[in-house]
């Protein structure tokens, strides 16, 4: 009987855990959890912005332009092998690691903990930026880094120079990385060797000996590694004390920011869906994911919480590096679009090889990443052309394939068959409304539409924020 008795008590207890002591039963209490799941989650979303080609879209004009009503901006991965361009009043800033939304001072910029961060190359950014204008003055006040970011360290730099050098000599070529130390800073996480911002601000000897085996472990791997392990740790115990004011635990910064107040939060992807470390072009692909589950797992942050997801599209296409590219062009027009575009990489200068838009690649991208509307960006760079293809099917042993193929030896294989559209001939750059654009430039923007089913909300005609068409 006194058990009897005990479990009827427990249960009764854990009934009135359940029904937080209100009396109600514990059915109505399941009810309206079980309710709860199938209602939207309260608090803020996230809109994102994604690249969905091989990079080099635009995203900084976009975040740029959406960060001006926005309240905290965010990077989730990849590193300072990223490159984003935004001129305000004439003024031409580059980001590498700081979100671009940094130069809006209302708001907040966030560095996930997906964002592998080379501290260095940090302040460099910030430094070379404040020269250029006002945009970036106060930045420090209105950063927030995410205490379980990764760090790149200088021997990652160095080894990411050995390995390409190595592939070069080895298989006649390399993967072009920007020898940024990305790639290696990524594999020492994944090893589980890895040092993250907390290490370095909590035990800073007990940091340097972990410092220090890792280093070691590098100097074994690659017998000509120079590492002045010494200097380099008195560097970073300076470093230490200058981010330690904007270090906060990311998880649970991002878990107010999305239940407290309403605020608008912006995330900007870097790099893009063709260089995403599952679905792009691999092994020419960098070493994070850029697409839409790198928003959730580089944050902290649940799925339902992402709300807009934006693509962003260039016109015809660009690549920078080696890889596989279907719609190239190595002729006058690729060297056309090269010279107009004015297509060199902003982290390392190289020339970005060009190439037709590509609508099997850009609905690839859509078909991972869901978006929800795209921008075109830099059709004014279409603007003396006569004719303009655009590529619509890939064929593979006389056949259509309704796929992108994984494989690179396949996709090397492919042929495509191309949409011939007018060219308009005439400058767009001074359109500032989708009437303002010549009818074939609409044209141009509507087949796109209907292709991938997905509205353009978007259009650039120019590299300044007046120069974006918004569309609704």
Known sequence: MAGEGGSAGAADAAAGLLNGGTGEGPGGKRARLGSALHSPPAGNRVTVVLGAQWGDEGKGKVVDLLSLDADLVCRCQGGNNAGHTVVVDTVEYNFHLLPSGVINHKATSFIGNGVVIHLPGLFEEAEKNLKRGSGLEGWETR?????????????????????????????????????????????????????????????????????????????????????????????????????????????????????GPPKKILVEGANAALLDIDFG???????????????????????????????????????????????????????????????????????????WLDLVLVKYAHRINGFSALAVTKLDILDDFEEIKVGVEYHLDGEQIPYFPANQELLNKVTVKYKDLPGWRCSTEGARTFGDLPAEAQAYIRFIEEYLELPVKWIGVGKSRKSIIKLF
């Open 143 to 259: 950063t927030v880094i995410s205490d379980r970011a990764h760090l790149v360290f200088n021997f990652h730099q160095a080894v990411d120079g050995i390995q390409e050098q190595q592939r070069q000599q080895q298989a006649g070529k390399n993967l072009g990385t920007t020898k940024k130390g990305i790639g290696p800073a990524y594999a020492s996480k994944a090893s589980r060797t890895g040092l993250r911002i907390c290490d370095l601000l909590a035990d800073f000897n007990e940091f340097s000996k972990k410092f220090k085996a890792l280093a070691q472990h590098y100097k074994a791997s690659y017998p000509t590694l120079n590492i002045n392990t010494e200097a380099e740790l008195e560097q970073l115990k300076i470093y230490a004390e200058k981010i330690r004011p904007l270090v906060k635990d990311g998880v649970y910064f991002m878990y107010q920011a999305l239940h």
């Open 281 to 355: 072009t691999y092994p020419f692909v960098t070493s994070s994911n850029c697409t839409v589950g790198g928003v959730c797992t580089g944050l902290g942050i649940p799925p339902h919480y992402i709300g807009k997801v934006y693509g962003v599209v260039k016109a015809y296409t660009t690549r920078v590096g080696v890889g596989t590219f279907p719609t190239e062009q190595n002729n006058e027009i690729g060297e056309m679009l090269q010279a107009r575009g004015r297509e060199f990489g902003v982290t390392t200068g190289r020339k970005r090889r060009c190439g």
